[in-house]
């Protein structure tokens, strides 16, 4: 009986862990999106509106009062209007001295006026208790349910217990608070949403850049060149044939470039002799965007994957097959088969394999999902021992498929080496500086350095 009582107790609900009255001025989208994901966490809500009339938009267990009579009720009020409407807050100075008042608003585009939004409202109401959060969630997010890739909230404000006020409704949302210290933190939480992929935007352009040069370096030697000397017209390798050229040599350039800057931090630290002093910003831009580089490499490594798989039912493809049977009947040979050619055929693909399975698990092991259950030395492992694996398997894989290029002089038309060739350039040049400083002569040093040791220290004893 005690048991089964003490079950019963529990499962009771504890009524008096009852939520406080928030108030909400304003019955947009959000506003009104907000209001119902609040009452169905527990909180009464109570609405401050230019008209009292109710509307069926409204959340139909919420209260509509005006705005002086809403603000009478709540403790904590959510600003949900424009800056522009700010002003109507002036002649309830006094209903809001004290109170907790959240501005939720963004503008149109960045740095739009000298300071925050929320900074202008603590000037207007410098009674009450100014707060930044939710305007890096949306309307929409609140009524799917608060999906993943929204459920962060960054808040900022001077008064501390306001702050934690404030926390705790967006915990209870289902939501979770980044704490971002004092509202001179506003600006940059409200410029966050307008921002389009910022740590995108160079290797995008990176990407696109050699992107165009490798495509109109194909077109140039394999249609533009074979139509003027040898008038053929192969104007139709514009669809596959170039793409799946140049996807490959995207892949393999990009992952040589996500740990190219790595070897020239390292260089750059050895001739330093210390780590106390900042790379150059290219540098640690690059650095930053190291992730996303690798990501748009996989993404082109899948696109040469799926181009060669369709290769066998290419009309071309089959032409030229058709042809070679036909000519061996006619001339009734058969050519045997070469080990030589079938070995590299079979290493070079086997060697491409392994690469795309290594090049696959980087990408998993890079989403945040991933990365935040394994601990530090699992996760370097990974992206750096496993890494430089990958990338020493695709170059392989690239040099095996074209090595047979570098000899030959119908490789170079117009006196321009193959694309295989170049995409071999970035990383050999990698794999080579980086077995230097594996040698224990650069390596200790190194270490060294990176674990504070300086080769002439700014303050000695």
Known sequence: MNNNSSNMMALAPNTSNKRETVCIFGTGDFGRALGHKMIQSGYPVVYGSRSTQISNLIPKDAEVLSHAEAAQKAAIIIIAIQRQHYNFLIPLAESLH?????DISNNLKLNQYPESNAEYLAQLLPGAKVVKAFNTVSAW??????????????????????????????????????????????????????QLFPMWKFPILLSFGLGVFFFFYCLAL?????????????????AITIPNQVCPVMALVLLALVYLPGILAAIIQLYRGTKYRRFPDWLDKWMLCRKQLGLIALAFASLHVLFTL????????????????????????????????????????????????????LGITSLPSVSNSVNW???RFVQ????????????????????????NPLAYKWYLPDIYMLSLIVPCIVLVVKFVLVFPCVDKPLTQIRQGWERTPKYSE
């Open 222 to 238: 394999s249609v533009i060149y074979t139509y003027v000397y040898e008038k053929q017209d192969f104007s139709f390798f514009i």
């Open 384 to 407: 750096s021992k496993l890494g430089y694996l990958t990338l020493i398997l695709c170059t392989a894989h690239t040099l095996i498929y074209g090595g047979k290029w570098f000899l």
């Open 141 to 194: 997010a609140l009524q799917s349910g608060t999906l993943d890739a929204s459920r962060q909230v960054f808040v900022c404000g001077d008064d501390m217990e306001a702050k934690q006020m404030v926390m705790n409704i967006v915990r209870a949302l289902g939501l979770t608070p980044l704490d971002q210290g004092s509202l001179l933190a506003a600006q940059g939480i409200e410029n966050y949403p307008l």
């Open 310 to 361: 369709v290769t066998p039912i290419r009309s071309y493809v089959r032409w030229r097959t058709s042809v070679g049977i036909i000519s061996q009947a006619q001339n009734n040979n058969t050519e045997p088969l070469d080990n030589t050619n079938a070995w590299l055929s079979d290493s070079y693909l086997a060697l491409g394999i392994l690469g795309f399975f290594l090049f696959v698990l």
């Open 98 to 102: 004290g109170k907790v008042l959240v």
């Open 377 to 379: 030395r699992e996760f």
